[in-house]
């Protein structure tokens, strides 16, 4: 059974930056997406950003230039730095997987959640 577990969530001014870690154990499968979603009050779940195995990446436009998603392999984690953060960026942020070669932006289709971490930005 896989698990992730995020990390690196709190409280910033707009402008400024965080990095967001999650750490996957027990995912078996060859070839997947680990993505990032988050999830503000009242708002639907959003896709924000996603990296394939073989390095294929994708952002949601409202993030595009200010965050990077990126992964470290050997130590079976992934990461997203948020910079320039806007204090529509407040939410909880999720680590999510999906078995297949491609990610996609429904939340529908990833298998896998972490817990969530509060990213909250003032202005």
């Known amino acids: 059974q896989a698990q992730l577990v995020e990390s690196g969530g709190g409280s910033v001014q707009a402008g400024g930056s965080l990095r967001l870690s999650c750490a996957a154990s027990g995912y078996t499968d060859n070839s997947y997406c680990m993505g990032w979603f988050r999830q503000a009050p009242g708002k639907e779940r959003e896709f924000v950003s996603g990296i394939s195995r073989y390095g294929g990446i994708i952002y949601s436009d409202s993030v595009k230039g200010r965050f990077t998603i990126s992964q470290d392999n050997a130590k079976n984690t992934l990461y997203l730095q948020m910079n320039s953060l806007k204090p529509e960026d407040t939410a909880v942020y999720y680590c999510?997987?999906?078995?297949?070669?491609?990610?996609?932006?429904?939340?529908?289709?990833?298998?896998?959640w972490g817990q969530g971490t509060q990213v909250t930005v003032s202005s």
């Open positions: 999510a997987a999906r078995s297949g070669d491609f990610c996609v932006l429904g939340s529908q289709y990833y298998n896998y």
